[in-house]
C-alpha cells in the first residue's frame, strides 16, 4: 500500500495539469477529467480509511530524502486525526467539482486551480515533515486567491488580498517557529515526529513562547480566532460557492489541525500556559460570531460568522486540552474534548460545506441575491430544498440525532472539566446560534410566500447529488458518531498519552 | 627643508586651483583649471620618487583627458555662456557634506599610526613596473587593455550619431 | 421482551423517514403510515407495561463512543415510570392520530404533518426509554425541535412562525440550565446513566451545594419544557399550530417532559440538603398554578384557555413532586395527558366546526355537536376535580401531600383548584350553552373519525383515576413510587374538602355565566386591579418588553440603520436583545477590528507615498544622500 | 608565471575570444540575429570549462591575483546563465530599436567576462579593475537606445552614480592598501589582523559605498529606479541580476577574507543596512505603477534580504542561502522582466494597469509572471523561497531573530505590489482579446527562467550542494 | 620639518573633498566629471604615498595608480560620451534637467 497517499495527494493534480493541455473548446473533457481525478481521490481515501488499523499510531509512511544536506525528508503518513480530514477534503472536493459543472468562465482555469488546492490541502494533512507542511500550506493560498479574485463576487479583490494578505502573515510567522524548532533540536531535524519527540525547547520558555506565539499567529488566523477572523467574511461571501465550501469546510480546519498536530504536543508546557487565554479567544469567537451572525442581511454572511462560531469550540475544546497538560487527573476531560475538537473539524467540515452550498443553490442560479430579507415562504415552493437546508441548519445548531451535536457535546463536555465557568459561559453560545438559525428560517422559509419567487424551480439532480450525501453524513454520524470518533479517539488518546 | 618648500608650493598648486575647478561660474575656466592641478599632482609623484606614474600622469590627465573634456564643453555649448548657473540649490549642503568627510578623514588619518617603514627613498624604475605587470601584474595587465578596448568600443557606440 | 423496548420508538421513525420520502404515495397520504407505526407501538407499550406490572425491569447500555478509554453509553430502561410514560404516549398519540386524519382533511402538507408527529412520537418516546441523560438529552431536543416545526405548521401565518421560534429559544434557554447541569454531573461523577449518578448522589460523591446546583439546573430544563415560570410565555402563542398538536405535545406529553424529567431525575433532587431542591420546584410549581389559572379565567380564545390550563395543571405537577408527593405528580401526569387531550381535541372539533378560536362567538353548539359536548363535559368535570372523574383522584392527593408539607403551598393549590373548575365552565357554558352569537358560521357536528377518539378519550378520563383510587390498595401507588416519598394515605374527609372546593367553582361558573346572578362585568369591578393585572397576563410579556424593546427601539430611532432590523425583529424580547447587541458587534467589527487591518495597509501605503518624494530624480540629489551615507557609515565606523 | 594558469582561465578566455568574435561576426552579417545565436551558443559552451574546474582544489592562480575555487565558479555559472538568457531576451526585444545589434551581444559578453573576474579577483587592484568594468559596460549598455529620452537619461544617471561610488571605493581601496602595504587579498588579510582599527573602519566603510552602490543597497540605492526604468529591458534585467551578484560576490569576498568580525564587527551595521533596504525599497515600491521601477525597487528589498544571508556567515545556511537566493532571484528575476520586455515590446507600454487581461491574451506568460511574481514574494515551491528559506534560517541560527522578523514582515508587504501585477493580469477586465505573439526566442527564455524558478523551488539539492561546497571553499 | 607620509594624506583628503563638492553641486554633467576625476587623482596620491613610505619594496601602489589613471581615461571616454548622446536628444547636460524619471 505504500505510494497510495502520494497517489491520492497528487493525482489531483496531475488531473489539473492534464486539463491544461486541453483545448478550450473541449469544456466537457476537461469537466470529466476533473472529476474523475477527485474521484479517484476519494476512492482512494476511502481504501485508506479501510486499511487504516485504529491504534494504530502513523500508517502508510513514505519517506523520501528531498533535501538532504538540512534533512528535509518527503514524509507523509496519516493517524487517526489526519485520516478523517484526508477523507473530508476529498469528498468536499469531489461535490465541489460536480457543483461547478456549471461554470463557464475560464473554466480552464478554474479546475486547474481547484486540483491544485486540492492536492495542496491534502497535502496539508499527510506532510509530518515540517519543510513539506509549509510548501503545501502556502500552495493552497494561492489557487485560493486565484478562485476568489477571479471567480468571486463584486468585491472579490478586496476580499481575495485581503485573504492572502491575511494568512501570509499567519505562514510567514509560521516559517519563522518552524525556523526555531529547527534549531534547537539537536540533530537539526524538521520531523514533526521527531520534534515531538525531542521537546527541543522544553528548557527555553522565552524561546519557546516565540515559536508558540509563531504557531499561534498562523493558525489562529485560519482559524480564523477572534480576533482574527475578520478576512473570513469577506473571503467566504466574494468567494464563488464551491470556493466558499472549501474555504469553509477544510481550510479552515487547517489551523486547528495545525494547532492539535504541532503547538500541543510539540510546545506542551508553553500552550498551557496561554491555555485559558486563548480559551477566553475562543469563547470570545463562539458568543460574538453568533451575536454578528444574527445580524447579518446576507446569508452567505450569516454562515462564515457562523464558522467563527464553530470554530470557536474546536478552539475551546483544544485550549482545554491544553489546560489539562500534566494533569493526570484531567487526562480523561481532554481527551473528551479533544475528540470532540476534532469531531468538530469534521461535523463543521460537512455541515458548512453544506451551508454554503446551499447558498450557493439559491444565490448562483435563481434568486441571484443572498439578502436574508428579500426572502419568505420559499418553504412552500422549494420543500426539498428547504428539508435540506433546514437539516444543515439544525445540524449546525447542534440538534441531537444530527452531526454537530455530538461535537459540541463532547467539546463541552471535556472543557468544562478544565475550565468550568468558561464553558458555562460558551454554552450560553447554542442558544445565540439556535436563534440565529431559526429566525434565517423563519425569513426565509416561513411567512407568506413572496410573489417575487413564485417561479423558483426546486433542485436538480445535480444540486441533489451535492447535497444529500452530506446529509446523509450528518444524520449517520449524528447517530453513530462511533466509527469515526473510534478513529479519532485512537490518535487523540496517544496524543494525551504523550502530554501526560 | 627645500623638500618641505617644493611639497607645500605642489600643494598650492594642486589644490587651489581645484577650487576653481569646482566653484568657477565658467566651465570653461574650470576645465582649464584642471590642468595645473593635474601638474601639481605629478609633481606630488615625482616629490614621491614615482617618476613613470608621474609621466602616464601627464599624458593621460593633463593631455587625453583635459583635451577630451574642452571639446565635449565645446560640443556642448556648455562654454558658450557664463550666465547659465553652474551649481545647484544643495551648495550648503554639498559643502557640509564634504567638509564633514574631510574633517572625518582626517580625523582618522591623524589617529591613526601608519606602520612606517622608515627607509632611504627607493629608486623605482620603470624596469620594476614593466617586470611587475609582467609577471606578479599580469593578468591586471591583460585585463586592463580589456577595458581600455571594451571602452573604446562603448564609447563610439554611444557617441556616434544615430543615422 | 423487555429487551425489544428499543422498537417502540423506532417504529414511528420508520414512519417517520417512510413518509418524508413517500410523501402522498404512501399509505392513506402518510396518515396510515403514521397510525400503524404508532399503534405498533402502542401494543408494544401495552404488552412492556404488563411485563413491567409483574414485576420486569429492564436496563441495557451499548457503547456510544468512546473517549481515552472510557466509553460513553446510551442505553434504554423500562422501569413503572417509563412503562406509565410509554402507555400514556403510545395510547394518547394514537387516538389523536387517528383524529388528526379529520381535523387536517384537505391540508396542503397533509404527509408532512403525519411525518412530523411520527418523529415526535419517535423521539418522546426515546426521551421517556432513556437510562441516561445523553438519550435523554437528546429526544428532549428532538422533541422541542417537533415542537417547532408543529407550531410552525402553517408556518405562512407569521404569527406561526414567529410562535415556533419562540418556543424553540424560550425552551432552549431551559436546556442551557439543565445542560450546564449535566455537565456539572458529569464533571463529579463521570457518568451520565442515571443509575450511576444516583448511587454517586447517595454515596455522598455528589452532595452538599453542589447536588443542589445540578439539580436546580437540570430542573431549569423542566422548566423551559413544562412552561413554568418564568419561561411560561411560549406555551400561549404554541396555540399558532394545528390543535392535534396542541394537544399531543402542547398538552398531553411533550410539555409533561419536564415533569418526567424531574420525576426521574427524582433521586437527585431529593437527596439535597434539606430536599432544597424540592422546595424550588414546589413553589415554582405552586406560583405557576394559581398565576396561569387566574389568566385562564379570563381567556376568550378557547384553545388559550386550554393553555393556561396546562401551564396551571404542570405547575400542579411540579408541587406534587416538590411536596415529596412523588407518585402524585406523576399520576396527575398521567390523568391529565388523558382528560386533557380530550379537552383540546374536543376543542379542535368545536374549532373545527365553527373555524374559529373565540367562545364568545360560540354558543349553544351542546345541541348541535352533542359528542363533543359530553364528552368535553367529561373532560372539563376531569380537569375540575369532580370525582369519580380521573383529575380529582391525582388533584386531591397532590392537594393532601402539599397540606402535609407546606400551609402555603396548599393554599396555592386550592385556590388554583376553584379556579380550574371555574374557568373551564366558564369555557363550557360560552361555548355550548345559550345560542350561537356568530351568524355566518353553520357548525356541524365532526366526522366519526375525530369523536370515536374523543370518546375513547373521555373514557378513559373516567375511569383512569381509579387506578390511583384508595380501593383496591391503591395499585398506582405501589406501581410507581419512590423511597421516602411514598406520600400520605387517602383523607376521605380531606377529598370531600378539594371536591368542595372544585364544586364550588362549576358553581360559581353556572351561577356566573349560566344563571347570570351575578353580572361578569360587576365581578371585573369588584377585581379591579386583579382583573386588569391578569387580563394582562400579569405583564410578563410586557415584561420583556419594556425591559428591552423599548430602550432598543429608542436606540434604534437614534441610529436609523437599525430601524428595520428591530422593527422586525421584535419577534420576542431575547430576539431583540441579541439583534441589539449583534449589531452593535457588526459595528465593533467593521470599525474596530477590521479598521486595525486596514490602518496598517493604509500606514504602509501612505508611508510608501511619503517616501518616494525622496526619489525626486535629480541625480545630485542622491549623490548628496550617497554622501551623507558615506559619512553616516565612516561615523559609525570611527565613533565606535 | 605558470602555464597551467592558463588552463584554470579557460572560461574567461573562452568568453573573451567569443566577444571579439561577435564583434567580427557583427561585421560580416547583416542578420543580427546570427551573432545573438553564436554568442548564446558560445555562452553555454563556456559551462564546459567551468564544469571542468567544479572538482578542483581551491587555489589561487597568476601570482595570487585570481581565485579557482567553488565560489567562483558558482558565480561563473550565474553569470553564463544570466547572460544568455538575456542574449535570448535582447534577440527579439532589440531589433529595431537600435543599429548596433551585434556590438550589444558582444558588450553583454564583455560584462560577462567583467562580472566573472570581479567575483575571482583576490587581488584589490584586479578587484577595483573589475568593477570598473563591469561598470563601464554597464553605462553603455544602460544608455544604449540613444534616440530614446529615457535610454540617454539612464545611461547618464548610471554613470555619474557609479562614477561618484568607484572613486569613493577607490580612496577606500588606498587606504586598506596603505594599512597593508600588500594588493593580495589573502596577504591583506593576514596583515590586517593588527591594523588600526579607525582606518580599517574607514577604508570598510568607503568600499562599502562602492559594493553597495552595485547591490542597491540603501543609501546607495537610488539610481537604481531610474536606471531600471530608463535601460532597456534586458539591459535592466541584467543589472538587476549578474550586477548585483557579482557585488554581492566582490562583498562576501572582501569581508569574509579580509574584515575578521572579531576584530571590526560589521555584523550589526550590515543588519541594520539589510533591514532598512529591505523595508525601504518595499515601501516605495508599494506606489508603483511602472513595472520596471516596481521591480527596481523590489529588487532594492531583495538586496537588503541578500545582506541578510552577508550578515548571517556563521553555520551552514547564511552564505550558502545568499547564494541560492542569487541563483533562485536570477531566474526569477529575469523572468519578470522578460515578460516585462515582451509586453513592452508587444504593447509598448511598461504600466501594469495595463497588463489588465494578460492571462487571455498572453496565457503562458502570464502563468510564468505569476509564477515569478509568487516567487518574488517567497512562496514554496518556488526558487526564490528556498533562498529566503534559508537566508531566514541562518539569520536566526545566528541569533538575529530580529532581523528574520523584519524580514518576514517585508515579505508580507510585498506581496501586495506583487499580486497587483497577477491582479492586472488575472482580474481586471481585458481591454481587448486579441491573442498577443509571443516572440520565440524570449519565449524559450522566459521557458528557461520559469523552469529554473520551479525547479530549484521542487528539487534545490543540487544547488544547495553546490553553494555549499562555494562557501566552503572561498577560505582558501 | 619633514615632508610624510600624513602630509601627502592630507592633500589628498582636502583633493577629495574638493572634488566630492564639485560632484554634489555643479550642475553641468561634464563639471561633475571634474569633480570625479579629482576624486580619482586623490586616491592616486594616497596610493603612491603609501607605496613610498609603507612599502617601499614593491610597485604595488603604483601601478593600482597606473591602473586607476587608465579607468579615468575610460571612464572620461564613456561617460562623455554619454553626455554626448544625452545633449542630443534632451539638448542640455545640466544633470538636473536630465530628469524624465522621477519616483
Given at each position: ?280 479567544l475562543a469563547l470570545l469567537g463562539i458568543v460574538y460570531g453568533a451575536l454578528v451572525a444574527m445580524a447579518q442581511t446576507d446569508l452567505k454572511k450569516l454562515v462564515a460568522y457562523s464558522s467563527v462560531n464553530h470554530m470557536g469550540y474546536v478552539m475551546l475544546g483544544t485550549a482545554a486540552a491544553a489546560g489539562a497538560v500534566g494533569d493526570p487527573s484531567k487526562a480523561a476531560a481532554a481527551a473528551t474534548a479533544l475528540n470532540g475538537a476534532v469531531f468538530e473539524m469534521i461535523a463543521h467540515g460537512v455541515i458548512t460545506g453544506a451551508l454554503f452550498f446551499v447558498v450557493g443553490v439559491i444565490y448562483d442560479y435563481r434568486a441571484h441575491t443572498r439578502g436574508v430579507d428579500e426572502f419568505g415562504g420559499l418553504g412552500a415552493k422549494l420543500p426539498v430544498y428547504t428539508g435540506i ?19 459540541e457535546f463532547l467539546v463541552f463536555l471535556g472543557s468544562f472539566g478544565v475550565f468550568p465557568y468558561l464553558t458555562a459561559v460558551a454554552v450560553t453560545g447554542v442558544i445565540f446560534t439556535a436563534a440565529m438559525f431559526l429566525w434565517t428560517i423563519q425569513r426565509i422559509f416561513l411567512g407568506a410566500p413572496n410573489p417575487r419567487w413564485a417561479t423558483l424551480p426546486d433542485m436538480d439532480a445535480r444540486e441533489k447529488l451535492t447535497l444529500v450525501p452530506l446529509a446523509v453524513l450528518m444524520i449517520v454520524f449524528g447517530l453513530f458518531p462511533k466509527p469515526l470518533l473510534d478513529v479519532i479517539n485512537a490518535a487523540m488518546t496517544s496524543l494525551v498519552t504523550a502530554l501526560r | 627643508m627645500g623638500e618641505l618648500a617644493a611639497f607645500i608650493i605642489l600643494a598650492c598648486v594642486t589644490l587651489i586651483p581645484a577650487v576653481v575647478v569646482v566653484t568657477s561660474g565658467n566651465i570653461v575656466r574650470s576645465a582649464l583649471s584642471l590642468i595645473p592641478t593635474f601638474l601639481g599632482v605629478t609633481g606630488l609623484y615625482i616629490l614621491l620618487h614615482a617618476e613613470f606614474v608621474a609621466g602616464i600622469q601627464i599624458l593621460i590627465y593633463a593631455g587625453a583627458i583635459t583635451v577630451l573634456i574642452l571639446f565635449v564643453i565645446m560640443l556642448t555649448a556648455g562654454g558658450t555662456g557664463t550666465r547659465i548657473r553652474q551649481v545647484n540649490e544643495q551648495v550648503p549642503l554639498g559643502a557640509m557634506a564634504a567638509v564633514w568627510l574631510g574633517f572625518l578623514i582626517l580625523l582618522v588619518i591623524f589617529r591613526t599610526r601608519w606602520p612606517y617603514t622608515a627607509t632611504p627613498a627607493p629608486q623605482y624604475n620603470v624596469a620594476s613596473i614593466g617586470t611587475a605587470f609582467l609577471t606578479d601584474y599580469v593578468l591586471i595587465f591583460e585585463v586592463t587593455s580589456l577595458v581600455l578596448l571594451v571602452s573604446l568600443i562603448g564609447a563610439i557606440i554611444v557617441a556616434r550619431r544615430e543615422e | 421482551m423487555l429487551q425489544y423496548a428499543w422498537v417502540i420508538p423506532v417504529l414511528p421513525f420508520i414512519g417517520f423517514w417512510w413518509i418524508i420520502f413517500a410523501g402522498r404515495r404512501a399509505p392513506g397520504q402518510g396518515a396510515y403510515v403514521a397510525i400503524g407505526a404508532m399503534l405498533g407501538a402502542a401494543l408494544l407499550s401495552v404488552a412492556a407495561f404488563i411485563e413491567v406490572l409483574r414485576g420486569a425491569r429492564y436496563d441495557a447500555s451499548v457503547v456510544w463512543a468512546t473517549v481515552l478509554n472510557r466509553p460513553i453509553e446510551v442505553g434504554y430502561q423500562v422501569d413503572p415510570l417509563t ?26 402538507r397533509y404527509p408532512r404533518f403525519f411525518a412530523y408527529m411520527s418523529l415526535f412520537a419517535s423521539s418522546m418516546l426515546l426521551l421517556v426509554l432513556g437510562n441516561n441523560f445523553l438519550t435523554l438529552y437528546a429526544g428532549w431536543e428532538l422533541v422541542g425541535l417537533c415542537s417547532y416545526l408543529l407550531i410552525g405548521f402553517w408556518f405562512e401565518r407569521p404569527a406561526a412562525a414567529r410562535a415556533s421560534m419562540k418556543a424553540f429559544v424560550t425552551t432552549r434557554v431551559g436546556d442551557l440550565f439543565m445542560f450546564l447541569g449535566i455537565l456539572l454531573i458529569f464533571l463529579q461523577l463521570g457518568t451520565l446513566n442515571f443509575n450511576e449518578i444516583f448511587s454517586g448522589v447517595e454515596t455522598g460523591r455528589l452532595a452538599g451545594g453542589l447536588l443542589t446546583l445540578a439539580a436546580v439546573l437540570v430542573f431549569g430544563g423542566a422548566v423551559g419544557k413544562s412552561a413554568q415560570v418564568p419561561l411560561h410565555v411560549w406555551l400561549p402563542d404554541a396555540m399558532e399550530g394545528p390543535t392535534p398538536v396542541s394537544a399531543l405535545i402542547h398538552a398531553a406529553t411533550m410539555v409533561a417532559a419536564g415533569v418526567y424529567l424531574v420525576a426521574r431525575a427524582y433521586p437527585l433532587f431529593f437527596g439535597t440538603p434539606g430536599h432544597e431542591a424540592l422546595t424550588v420546584v414546589a413553589y415554582i410549581g405552586g406560583i405557576t398554578a394559581i398565576m396561569a389559572a387566574t389568566i385562564g379565567v379570563v381567556q376568550d380564545d378557547i384553545k388559550r384557555v386550554m393553555a393556561y390550563s396546562t401551564i396551571s395543571q404542570l405547575g400542579y405537577m411540579m408541587m406534587g413532586l416538590g411536596v415529596l408527593g412523588f407518585t402524585a405528580g406523576v399520576f396527575h401526569l398521567m390523568t391529565h395527558a388523558f382528560f386533557k387531550a380530550l379537552l383540546f381535541l374536543a376543542a379542535g372539533s368545536v374549532i373545527h366546526a365553527m373555524h374559529t378560536n373565540d367562545i364568545k362567538q360560540m354558543g349553544g353548539l351542546a345541541k348541535i355537536m352533542p359528542i363533543t359536548y359530553v364528552t368535553m363535559v367529561i373532560g372539563a368535570l376531569a380537569l375540575a376535580g369532580i370525582p369519580p372523574f380521573a383529575g380529582f383522584w391525582s388533584k386531591d392527593e397532590i392537594l393532601l401531600e402539599a397540606y402535609h408539607y407546606d400551609q402555603v403551598l396548599y393554599a396555592l393549590g386550592a385556590a388554583g383548584a376553584f379556579l380550574t373548575a371555574f374557568y373551564i365552565f366558564r369555557m363550557i357554558i360560552y361555548t355550548f350553552t345559550g345560542s350561537l352569537r356568530s351568524h355566518p358560521a353553520h357548525p356541524h357536528e365532526s366526522p366519526r373519525v375525530m369523536t370515536v377518539p374523543l370518546v375513547i378519550l373521555a373514557f378513559f378520563s373516567t375511569v383512569i383515576g381509579l387506578a390511583g383510587a384508595p380501593w383496591w390498595d391503591n395499585p398506582f401507588h405501589h406501581f410507581v413510587r419512590f423511597e421516602g416519598a411514598e406520600g400520605a394515605a387517602f383523607d376521605f374527609e380531606f377529598a370531600l374538602r378539594s371536591t368542595a372546593i372544585a364544586g364550588l367553582g362549576v358553581l360559581s361558573a353556572l351561577v356566573v355565566y349560566h344563571w347570570r346572578l351575578v353580572s361578569a362585568a360587576s365581578l371585573r369591578r369588584a377585581f379591579g386591579p386583579l382583573y386588569i393585572a391578569v387580563v394582562h397576563k400579569y405583564y410578563w410579556d410586557e415584561l420583556y418588553q419594556y425591559a428591552v424593546i423599548r430602550p432598543v427601539v429608542w436606540a434604534a430611532r437614534r441610529l436609523r440603520t437599525f430601524d428595520v432590523y428591530v422593527v422586525d425583529g421584535a419577534v420576542n424580547a431575547i430576539g431583540v436583545v441579541f439583534v441589539w447587541f449583534s449589531r452593535l458587534y457588526r459595528v465593533f467589527d467593521l470599525y474596530v477590528v477590521d479598521g486595525v487591518v486596514n490602518l496598517v495597509a493604509w500606514t504602509a501605503k501612505t508611508m510608501g507615498g511619503v517616501l518616494r518624494y525622496g526619489q525626486t530624480g535629480r541625480p545630485q540629489n542622491y549623490l548628496l544622500i550617497i554622501a551623507l551615507g558615506v559619512i553616516a557609515l565612516v561615523v559609525v565606523g570611527v565613533i565606535r | 608565471m605558470n602555464p597551467a594558469d592558463l588552463w584554470s582561465i579557460v572560461p574567461e578566455l573562452w568568453l573573451t575570444g567569443l566577444a571579439i568574435f561577435l564583434l ?29 574546474l567544479l572538482g578542483q582544489d581551491p587555489r589561487t592562480i597568476l601570482a595570487g591575483t585570481y581565485a579557482v575555487d567553488g565560489f567562483a565558479v558558482f558565480f561563473k555559472i550565474l553569470t553564463v546563465i544570466a547572460t544568455a538568457l538575456v542574449t535570448l531576451a535582447a534577440m527579439d526585444w532589440l531589433p529595431g530599436r537600435t543599429q548596433y545589434e551585434g556590438e550589444f551581444y558582444a558588450l553583454l ?83 590586517v589582523s593588527d591594523a588600526p582599527l579607525q582606518a580599517l573602519s574607514l577604508s570598510v566603510a568607503l568600499m562599502l559605498t562602492g559594493f553597495g552602490f552595485k547591490i542597491s543597497m540603501v543609501p546607495f540605492h537610488q539610481w537604481t529606479p531610474d536606471v531600471y526604468e530608463g535601460a532597456p529591458t534586458p539591459v535592466a534585467a541584467y543589472l538587476s541580476v549578474a550586477s548585483k551578484a557579482a557585488g554581492f560576490a566582490a562583498l562576501v569576498r572582501l569581508l569574509m577574507v579580509v574584515v575578521d568580525p572579531r576584530q571590526l564587527n560589521w555584523v550589526p551595521l550590515l543588519a541594520i543596512l539589510a533591514a532598512v533596504s529591505m523595508t525601504l525599497g518595499n515601501l516605495l515600491a508599494l506606489p508603483q505603477r511602472n513595472i520596471k521601477r516596481m521591480l527596481a525597487y523590489s529588487s532594492i528589498s531583495h538586496a537588503g534580504f541578500l545582506l541578510i544571508g552577508v550578515v548571517a556567515f556563521r553555520g551552514d545556511f547564511g552564505t550558502p542561502g545568499l547564494l541560492i537566493y542569487l541563483l533562485g532571484y536570477t531566474f526569477t528575476q529575469l523572468g519578470a522582466f522578460f515578460v516585462a520586455a515582451l509586453i513592452g515590446r508587444q504593447l509598448g507600454t511598461d504600466d501594469i494597469p495595463d497588463y489588465a487581461g494578460l492571462s487571455r491574451r498572453a496565457p503562458v506568460s502570464a502563468l510564468l509572471m505569476a509564477v515569478f511574481m509568487l516567487s518574488l514574494t517567497g512562496l514554496p515551491p518556488t526558487s526564490v523561497f528556498v533562498g529566503k528559506f534559508y537566508v531566514l534560517a541562518g539569520a536566526i541560527d545566528n ?55 520551479l525547479i530549484i523551488g521542487l528539487y534545490p539539492q543540487p544547488i544547495i550542494d553546490l553553494a555549499r561546497s562555494a562557501v566552503l571553499l572561498l577560505r582558501i | 620639518m619633514h615632508v610624510g607620509l600624513t602630509h601627502y594624506l592630507v592633500v589628498s583628503t582636502i583633493l577629495f573633498c574638493i ?73 542640455t547636460i545640466h544633470v538636473d534637467e536630465i530628469n524624465v524619471m522621477k519616483w
Open positions: 500500500m505504500s505510494g497510495i497517499l502520494s497517489l491520492i495527494i497528487f493525482l489531483p493534480l496531475l488531473g489539473g495539469l492534464i486539463i491544461l493541455f486541453i483545448p478550450k473548446s473541449a469544456d466537457r473533457v476537461m469537466k470529466q477529467i476533473a472529476l474523475v481525478a477527485s474521484i479517484v481521490s476519494l476512492l482512494l481515501s476511502l481504501v485508506l480509511a479501510a486499511q487504516f488499523s485504529r491504534g494504530g499510531g502513523m500508517q502508510f509512511e513514505e519517506r523520501y530524502s528531498w533535501i538532504p544536506s538540512i534533512g528535509v525528508n518527503y514524509y507523509l503518513a496519516v493517524d487517526g486525526l489526519s485520516l478523517p480530514l484526508i477523507v473530508l477534503t476529498a469528498v468536499l472536493s469531489v461535490l465541489s467539482v460536480i457543483y461547478s459543472w456549471r461554470i463557464d468562465v475560464r473554466l480552464k482555469e478554474y479546475l486547474f486551480l481547484f486540483l491544485l488546492l486540492e492536492t495542496g490541502m491534502l497535502g496539508v494533512f499527510a506532510a509530518l515533515d515540517f519543510f513539506l507542511f509549509y510548501v503545501f500550506w502556502e500552495i493552497t493560498l494561492v489557487p485560493m486567491y486565484f478562485l476568489i479574485g477571479i471567480w468571486g463576487g463584486p468585491r472579490r479583490e478586496y476580499a481575495a488580498i485581503k485573504f492572502f494578505l491575511f494568512t501570509l502573515v499567519g505562514s510567514l510567522a509560521m516559517l519563522l517557529a518552524i525556523l526555531i524548532m529547527y534549531f534547537n533540536a539537536e540533530p537539526h531535524t524538521f520531523s514533526m515526529l521527531e520534534l515531538i519527540r525531542q521537546q527541543p525547547l522544553a528548557d527555553t520558555p522565552l524561546l519557546a513562547a516565540l515559536a508558540f506565539w509563531g504557531f499561534f499567529l498562523s493558525f489562529a488566523i485560519k482559524v480564523p480566532m477572534w480576533p482574527f477572523h475578520t478576512w473570513l467574511p469577506d473571503a467566504h461571501v466574494e468567494a464563488p460557492t464551491a470556493a466558499s465550501v472549501i474555504l469553509a469546510g477544510v481550510l479552515l480546519k487547517m489551523g486547528t489541525y495545525g494547532f492539535l498536530r504541532i503547538s500541543l504536543p510539540m510546545l506542551p508546557e508553553t500552550f498551557k500556559a496561554y491555555a485559558f487565554f486563548i480559551a477566553v437546508t433546514t437539516i444543515a441548519m439544525l445540524a449546525s445548531l447542534g440538534l441531537p440525532g444530527l452531526m454537530g451535536f455530538v461535537a | - | 412503562s406509565v410514560m410509554l402507555l400514556v404516549v403510545t395510547v394518547v398519540g394514537s387516538l389523536i392520530f387517528i383524529y388528526s386524519i379529520g381535523y387536517m382533511q384537505g391540508d396542503l | 567580427l561576426v557583427d561585421l560580416f552579417t547583416a542578420r543580427k540575429t546570427v551573432v545573438g545565436v553564436v554568442a548564446v551558443i558560445g555562452l553555454l559552451l563556456s559551462i564546459i570549462p567551468t564544469g571542468v559578453v564583455f560584462t560577462a567576462v567583467a562580472l566573472i573576474l570581479m567575483a575571482a579577483s583576490t587581488d584589490i587592484i584586479l578587484l577595483a579593475l573589475s568593477v570598473e568594468f563591469v561598470s563601464l559596460t554597464s553605462y553603455v549598455l544602460a544608455g544604449y537606445l540613444k534616440g530614446n529620452v529615457k535610454s540617454n537619461e539612464a545611461g547618464v544617471k548610471y554613470f555619474l552614480f557609479g562614477a561618484t561610488a568607484s572613486a569613493v571605493m577607490l580612496f577606500g581601496f588606498s587606504i586598506l592598501y596603505g594599512l597593508t602595504g600588500t594588493t593580495n587579498l589573502y596577504e591583506i588579510a593576514r596583515r541569533g538575529l531573530l530580529w532581523l528574520a522578523i523584519v524580514g518576514v514582515v517585508n515579505s508580507i508587504i510585498s506581496l501586495y505590489y506583487y499580486a497587483g501585477v497577477i491582479r492586472a493580469m488575472y482580474i481586471m477586465p481585458a481591454p481587448s482579446t486579441v491573442p498577443l505573439e509571443e516572440p520565440a526566442a524570449l519565449q524559450v527564455a522566459l521557458g528557461i527562467a520559469g523552469l529554473g524558478t | 572634488g566630492l563638492y564639485g560632484v554634489l553641486t555643479r550642475r553641468n554633467a561634464v563639471a561633475i566629471l571634474m569633480g570625479i576625476e579629482l576624486m580619482l587623482n586623490a586616491s592616486n596620491i594616497n596610493l603612491v604615498a603609501f607605496n613610498r613610505y609603507l612599502a617601499p619594496g614593491a610597485v604595488g601602489g603604483q601601478t593600482f595608480a597606473l591602473v586607476i589613471i587608465t579607468l579615468a581615461a575610460c571612464e572620461a571616454a564613456v561617460g562623455l560620451a554619454l553626455v554626448m548622446a544625452a545633449y542630443r536628444s534632451l539638448e
